[in-house]
């Protein structure tokens, strides 16, 4: 995959301090509540396999919708686009059924903290926030 344009890393740098400044403070206020930190940070990798995954899924779609330097196959052998974005949504339900995987895990094999794990789910919410802000005192 190319490297993510300076947005996209803005969004997960600040999403990864999002996530440890709140697992600081779930420490802080609550030392003898551990799943809620570990809830927060679980989360937090939940949101960033997010990010990655409608990342990845974008990426493959502009690739099947830009135009190739590659001649298509004229015996009659081309797949044809339906079956391309039926293979991309596959894709993408599948991610989507492995991050719930993920978050039924997390809740209720390891027992993690539910709030914690909503909270850290938020940093990618957290982030565009503070950069919507940011953006707003520069204009």
């Keep these: 995959m190319r ?3 300076p947005f996209i890393r803005r969004l997960e740098r600040d999403a990864v301090i ?3 400044l709140a697992t600081a403070a779930a420490l802080a206020i609550r030392p003898g509540q551990l799943g809620l930190a570990a ?4 989360g937090g990798i939940l949101a960033l396999t997010s990010l990655w995954a409608i990342r990845s899924s974008v990426d493959a779609l502009l690739s099947r919708l830009a135009p190739s330097t590659v001649p298509a196959p ?5 797949d044809g686009p339906a079956r391309a974005g039926a293979g991309i949504a596959v894709k993408v339900a599948g991610r ?8 039924y895990v997390m809740i209720v094999r390891l027992r993690l903290h539910a709030i914690g794990v909503l909270i850290g789910a938020s940093s990618l919410v957290a982030a565009a926030s503070f950069e919507a802000v940011r953006v707003l005192r520069r204009s």
């Design 39 to 42: 809830g927060i940070v679980g």
């Design 18 to 20: 999002w996530a440890a």
């Design 96 to 103: 989507y059924a492995l991050l719930a995987l993920g978050g």
């Design 74 to 78: 004229t015996d009659g052998s081309e």
């Design 3 to 5: 490297d993510a344009d």
